[in-house]
């Protein structure tokens, strides 16, 4: 039997490790894929840690009910390796993208299409082993995508990243064609962000990041503008410059960067959040009122939705962002520049053949 190699979470707090076991056999309607790439991405770092930040001292414990070694990653793309019997169109040697965000398959969510919204979920690299490994067990042929003629290195962060953004965006609705989108926290998601907002809308983005070499990256992107929202004066040039926005994507998740998107809207505004820094927001009830104002959160994607990404892709309308591709055996050290904010675009692990 062949061995499986992994990055493996052996204790919360600490370094990833090898670990080494036999290669799951798939049954039923399993499938193995050997991973050829996998994205490394920041909510890996919570993982790590175990917790999320709520700010003023408090966390949510996320370390329960998962079985250690673990393996993170859910960024995944590879080659299918072995079927089980019932595995009806999954073909031996075909590449594929994986959707990661699996549901139990039964519950309203799930029945409604939303199976990356399940409270009793098994997704990929957060509850059930994911792709910082030299291959992964899937459930179903359903979450394997076709992604040719894109590279692995591109495919793989199309699943979260690449996704999360999407569907963020296509949560904006209609107010995104009224005027420019602020995109804020130009991370990987933010990258994806603005290449996918300039397939998806007529004015190119406007964006914002503490960061000036991410700032500049955008800039090279396409952005329209790139602000930092640590200048006093940031503010005050979006009203200025636009009256106030309809439409902003928050992709930090942090008391500053929320109470940053909520300052620049104008009288019916949305900002939809999908970071998870951590924090706390608060803002003058009355304000939500006269502001007519909206804030939504949203969760990675659904199925359809990375169907459709993908096919937008596929088609040559989303520029790749930068990517930094490192051997699977540095993994941790990914994880650490990650963390340190050295990273511009997505680093993505390479499975030895």
Known sequence: MSKMRRQSLVAYGQPLCETIIDCPSPRGTEVLVRVERCGVCHSDLHLQDGYFELGGERRLDISKDRPLPFTLGHEIAGMIEAVGEAAVGAGIGHRVAIYPWIGCGSCAACRAGDENLCSAHRHLGIAADGGFATHVLIPHPRY??????????????????????????????????????LLIGLGGV??????????????????????????????????????????????RAIM?????????????GSDKSLQFATGVLGRGGKVVVTGLLGGTFSIAAAMIAIKA?????TLTGTLAEARALLDLARAGKITPIPTNDRPLGQAQAALDDLRAGKVVGRTVLSAPG
Request: overall charge negative.
């Open 144 to 181: 394997l995508l076709d992604y040719a003629p894109l590279s692995a290195a591109f495919a793989g962060p199309l699943m979260c990243s690449g996704l999360t953004a999407y569907s963020a965006l296509k949560h904006l609705g209609e107010r995104a064609e009224r005027g420019p989108v």
């Open 190 to 235: 933010g990258m994806m962000g603005l290449a996918i907002a300039r397939a998806l809308f007529r004015e190119p983005p406007i964006v914002a990041d503490i960061d000036a070499q991410k700032r500049n990256a955008a800039l090279a992107g396409g952005a329209a503008a790139a602000f930092d929202p640590a200048d006093p004066q940031a503010r």
């Open 240 to 252: 200025a410059a636009t009256g106030g926005l309809l439409a902003a994507c928050d992709f930090v």
């Open 293 to 297: 104002m909206t804030i939504e959160g």
